[in-house]
């Protein structure tokens, strides 16, 4: 991957985005987008679109959401010491003795997730996770009051201190992959398309909320009212020793993106996305999918009366960990399928049943 998109990578997975406070990474994502949309909105709880090539009869929208798991603070102690919610779905076995960042309204607080000693455990407790409510951050304050000094307050949030890291070869590891790879995937498709070559609107939005429901492709799917969504998420990768691949199917890192089966991911979009890899010699895997939805995808097919909608999938290692995995080969991959897709249409192509 080229520097400067690799770079724009690293700052949306070190950016703090926790659900429902995603503006600062969104301003980044803007940053990226600005200097080749024809125009960009924002709506009211901050999902944001960029447009090229506006105006057109067909329109398709790329979209990953920018938000990630995060933590609110929901009790501080008289002592000083701070006790969390959760914000999406996180892991408390994950939690152990992690560092933090509280974002107070002056600047981040860090702090440390307490763990008592393993030699003051009794035998029970060394084979406990905790649950959330047990689970308390230590500052270093000598109070409450010293806490509330330094920013502290119910409501803050506060993500774990994890940044980014490359490892061997092109994969990466870091905190929140899931999803700002999709927002990444989203911008640099905006930026790669041949805008000589389209003959549809393209849409390239980063949504909020979705950790918490799917909230901001709701209102997204709504407003943009677009023929075409490709939805772009991470999706489990099953090349480790502890998952089943008769029961998870088979998704390797490094393999491409994969194409899932069933639910919202409409046959016509597919079988033109699998022509798309084919044309192109572009790597994808094949997924079928679980009944129930987990993605922004199962907003979007549902939107207005039903969109021609595909969830294509990234693999991930680690999900919903500090320490997620991608490959950046399977990013740019997703990235170009998209290119393809996109430049392949005209005003007039439909995506009626089979």
């Known amino acids: 991957m080229e520097k400067e998109p690799l770079e724009f990578l690293r700052t949306l997975v070190e950016t703090p985005s926790p659900s429902g406070f995603e503006d600062e990474n969104l301003g980044n994502w803007r940053g990226r987008v600005e200097e080749v949309a024809e125009g960009i909105r924002t709506d009211s709880y901050g999902n944001t679109t960029a447009t090229v090539n506006p105006g057109c009869d067909t329109s398709v929208v790329v979209t990953g959401h920018l938000d990630e798991i995060a933590l609110m603070v929901n009790h501080v102690t008289e002592d000083g010491y701070v006790y969390l919610k959760k914000v999406g779905g996180i892991d408390p076995g994950v939690a152990q003795g992690q560092r933090v960042r509280i974002h107070a309204d002056d600047g981040d607080v860090p702090g440390v997730v307490a763990?008592?000693?393993?030699?003051?455990?009794?035998?029970?407790?060394?084979?406990?996770?905790?649950?959330?409510?047990?689970?308390?951050?230590?500052i270093g304050a000598e109070d409450a009051e010293e806490a509330r000094e330094a920013g502290v307050h119910v409501g803050a949030t506060a993500t774990y201190d994890a940044g980014f890291e490359r490892l061997m070869d092109d994969v990466v590891a870091g905190r929140g992959l899931d999803n700002r790879i999709g927002a990444w995937i989203?911008?640099?498709?905006?930026?790669s398309v041949d805008t000589d070559e389209l003959n549809v609107t393209l849409h390239a939005t980063a949504t909020v909320q979705e950790e918490l429901g799917l909230r901001g492709a709701q209102m997204a799917g709504y407003s943009l009212k677009p023929d075409v969504a490709l939805v772009v998420d991470v999706t489990f990768a099953t090349d480790v020793p502890d998952v089943s691949e008769t029961q998870h199917g088979e998704v390797e890192?490094?393999?491409?993106?994969?194409?899932?089966?069933?639910?919202?991911?409409?046959?016509?979009?597919?079988?033109?996305?699998?022509?798309?890899?084919?044309?192109?010699?572009?790597?994808?895997?094949?997924?079928?999918?679980?009944?129930?939805?987990?993605?922004?995808?199962?907003?979007?097919?549902?939107?207005?009366?039903?969109?021609?909608?595909?969830?294509?999938?990234?693999?991930?290692?680690?999900?919903?960990?500090?320490?997620?995995?991608?490959?950046?080969?399977?990013?740019?991959?997703?990235?170009?399928?998209?290119?393809?897709?996109?430049?392949?249409?005209?005003?007039?192509?439909?995506?009626?049943?089979?």
């Open 115 to 138: 763990r008592k000693p393993v030699h003051l455990q009794e035998d029970e407790e060394k084979e406990k996770i905790p649950k959330m409510h047990e689970i308390y951050v230590d």
């Open 186 to 191: 989203a911008a640099e498709t905006l930026r």
């Open 253 to 354: 890192l490094g393999e491409g993106p994969t194409l899932k089966h069933g639910k919202e991911n409409h046959p016509v979009v597919l079988k033109r996305l699998r022509e798309i890899s084919e044309d192109r010699s572009i790597d994808t895997q094949d997924e079928a999918i679980m009944s129930r939805g987990a993605t922004d995808a199962d907003a979007f097919y549902t939107a207005r009366g039903g969109i021609p909608t595909v969830s294509v999938g990234v693999p991930n290692r680690n999900m919903h960990t500090t320490s997620e995995l991608v490959d950046l080969n399977d990013l740019e991959s997703a990235r170009d399928l998209f290119v393809g897709f996109v430049e392949s249409l005209d005003e007039d192509t439909e995506f009626g049943r089979p």
